[in-house]
């Protein structure tokens, strides 16, 4: 999306109300990315402390489905969040085609594409 909005910019397209997209899509990876992290410390936590011990105390077990409970709230959270990005992608695909641009790939650091594989911006409805 970068390189595709650089060449609009470039052409004289105004581009900043689909850079404040992309900047909003990043920001929100960079969330997700966080949430996750935080969601499988907590697993492994728990983890932790089930292998850690041969009997647990009801302390114990209170504390892994805690652990647990929250971890899951924060997966959900990320669930929601990737939805969010998904509906991002889309509308900055959208309004880069709308404004005249085109969508340009670049193999040089996507290896999916490397090797003949493309992507598909998908619209669901809800």
């Known amino acids: 999306m970068d390189r595709s909005v650089s060449t609009m910019d470039e052409e004289g397209i105004n581009v900043s109300a689909i850079n404040e997209k ?4 990043s920001e929100l990876m960079v ?20 292998t850690d011990n041969l009997n647990l105390t009801e302390e114990q077990k209170e504390e892994i489905k ?6 899951q709230s924060i997966v ?5 969040q990737l939805r969010e990005a998904h509906k991002l992608v889309v509308q900055i695909t959208k309004d880069i085609r709308k404004a005249g641009g085109k969508i340009i ?3 040089s650091t996507d290896n999916e594409l490397a090797n003949g594989e493309q992507y598909a911006v998908v619209e669901t409805e809800e």
């Open 22 to 25: 992309i900047d909003k899509y």
């Open 31 to 50: 969330t997700i990315e966080e949430n996750y992290k935080q969601a499988e410390q907590l697993i492994k936590q728990a983890h932790e402390i089930r």
């Open 66 to 71: 805690t652990k647990m409970t929250e971890a």
């Open 76 to 80: 959900k959270s990320v669930h929601e």
């Open 105 to 107: 790939k670049n193999p």
